[in-house]
């Protein structure tokens, strides 16, 4: 069964930064396409960043210059850091395969069926 558990989120005030980090287990890791998705408040889970088994990275247009998402395949982790982050970046943060377009590239993600419980960013003055 897959795992993921996600974590550095935080309340923080416009222009500040933060890094999420994201365990993955149970799970091909390394060969895996990954992804972080926002769901706002009332929202959709909508994916903003995505990066390919060989580092190859897509952004969603309003966060691009801003966030930057890594991978460390020995620590089964991905990282979001995220820059100048503004109150609409506000959102429970996931991570999981990508699926859907993110900066013009299609991820085809087909193993969706498990979540973790997420981490909050809140973008506030």
């Known amino acids: 069964q897959v795992q993921l558990v996600e974590s550095g989120g935080g309340l923080v005030k416009p222009g500040e930064s933060l890094r999420l980090s994201c365990v993955i287990s149970?799970?091909?890791?390394?060969?895996?396409?990954l992804g972080w998705y926002r769901q706002a408040p009332g929202g959709q889970r909508e994916l903003v960043a995505a990066?390919?088994?060989?580092?190859?990275?897509n952004y969603k247009h309003g966060v691009w210059g801003r966030f930057y998402i890594s991978r460390d395949n020995a620590k089964n982790t991905v990282y979001l850091q995220m820059n100048s982050l503004h109150p609409e970046d506000t959102g429970v943060y996931y991570c999981?395969?990508?699926?859907?377009?993110?900066?013009?590239?299609?991820?085809?993600?087909?193993?969706?069926?498990?979540w973790g419980q997420g981490t909050q960013v809140t973008v506030s003055s």
């Open positions: 999981n395969e990508p699926r859907g377009w993110v900066g013009g590239q299609h991820y085809a993600g087909t193993n969706l069926d498990y």
């Open positions: 990066i390919t088994n060989r580092d190859t990275k």
């Open positions: 149970g799970s091909d890791f390394s060969s895996k396409a």
